[in-house]
């Protein structure tokens, strides 16, 4: 996968994780909630390929801009450090969200809950 498409793909998961910041999650349902963690998962594992390697550096460089593309403009800053946490920055966004409705926290913790590796991030 070409550099450029990855970069795009971050920025895709930089939106969803501003949209989990404003009333936008009023309307998220379980398909809504279960792509977000995807994208965010996405971002993990590409976290696992840039770390540590010699063009960690372009990569964050690259990400931290991205941010400021956001429609609207959002306070979300990236690097490749927290796409590390993806997942969890993502849920932690939607739970201090007061627009978040009570229903989709549910489906959120079912979500999660199914799947073992993520769980630890429910006893945060």
Same mark, same amino acid.
């Given at each position: ?6 970069? !795009? #793909?971050?920025?895709? $998961? &930089? %939106?969803i994780?501003? =949209? &989990? ?5 009023? !309307? @998220? #349902?379980? &398909? =809504?909630? /279960?792509?977000?963690?995807? @994208?965010? +998962?996405?971002? +993990? ?7 540590? /390697?010699? $063009?960690?550096?372009?990569?964050? /460089?690259?990400? #931290? /801009?991205?941010?400021? $593309?956001? +429609? *609207? ?12 946490? &993806? %997942?969890?920055?993502?849920v932690?966004?939607l739970? =201090?969200? *007061? !627009?978040? *409705?009570? =229903? ?14 993520c769980? @630890?991030?429910?006893?945060?």
């Amino acid at each position: 996968m070409s550099a450029v498409i990855i970069i !795009k #793909n971050i920025f895709e $998961f &930089a %939106k969803i994780l501003s =949209s &989990a910041s404003r009333d936008d999650v009023e !309307k @998220w #349902n379980k &398909a =809504s909630i /279960q792509n977000a963690l995807n @994208w965010s +998962e996405y971002c +993990e594992e590409i976290y696992k390929h840039v770390i540590g /390697q010699d $063009f960690e550096d372009d990569v964050n /460089q690259k990400v #931290n /801009q991205l941010t400021l $593309f956001l +429609e *609207p403009v959002s306070c979300i800053r990236l690097s490749t450090e927290s796409l590390g946490k &993806a %997942k969890y920055l993502l849920v932690e966004t939607l739970l =201090s969200n *007061p !627009k978040f *409705p009570l =229903s989709s926290k549910f489906i959120l913790r079912d979500i999660i809950q199914e799947k073992s590796e993520c769980a @630890w991030i429910l006893r945060k």
